[in-house]
Nanobody, 120 residues
Framework: QVQLEESGGVLVQPGGSLRLSCAASGIIVSIYDMGWYRQAPGKQRDMVAAIAPGGSTNYADSVKGRFTISRDNAKNTVYLQMNRVKPEDTAVYYC??????????????WGQGTQVTVSS
């Protein structure tokens, strides 16, 4: 059974940095396209970064040049390094596979997410 545990979200000042972690079980992250997504209140959930098994990455324009997605295959963990954060980065951040929809009953599966708040 797939389990995704996001962590690392904090209150941070504009211009600051933080690193989010996604610890996976039930899948091997190195063989999936893995993505980070975020959802602000009243907004839809959007992908901000993705990494392919071969290591190629892509980013939403809003975070390009500031965020970096990476994997540690030995730890089966995906990371999102967030630098020079802005108030508009405030959201709950989730990780998931990009092309596979895991199910729990009638719903798509997502982890609990981790809250990032950027505020002075």
């Amino acid at each position: 059974q797939v389990q995704l545990e996001e962590s690392g979200g904090v209150l941070v000042q504009p211009g600051g940095s933080l690193r989010l972690s996604c610890a996976a079980s039930g899948i091997i992250v190195s063989i999936y396209d893995m993505g980070w997504y975020r959802q602000a209140p009243g907004k839809q959930r959007d992908m901000v970064a993705a990494i392919a098994p071969g290591g190629s990455t892509n980013y939403a324009d809003s975070v390009k040049g500031r965020f970096t997605i990476s994997r540690d295959n030995a730890k089966n963990t995906v990371y999102l390094q967030m630098n020079r954060v802005k108030p508009e980065d405030t959201a709950v951040y989730y990780c998931n596979t990009v092309h596979t929809k895991w199910r729990r009953g009638n719903n798509d599966y997502w982890g609990q997410g981790t809250q990032v708040t950027v505020s002075s």
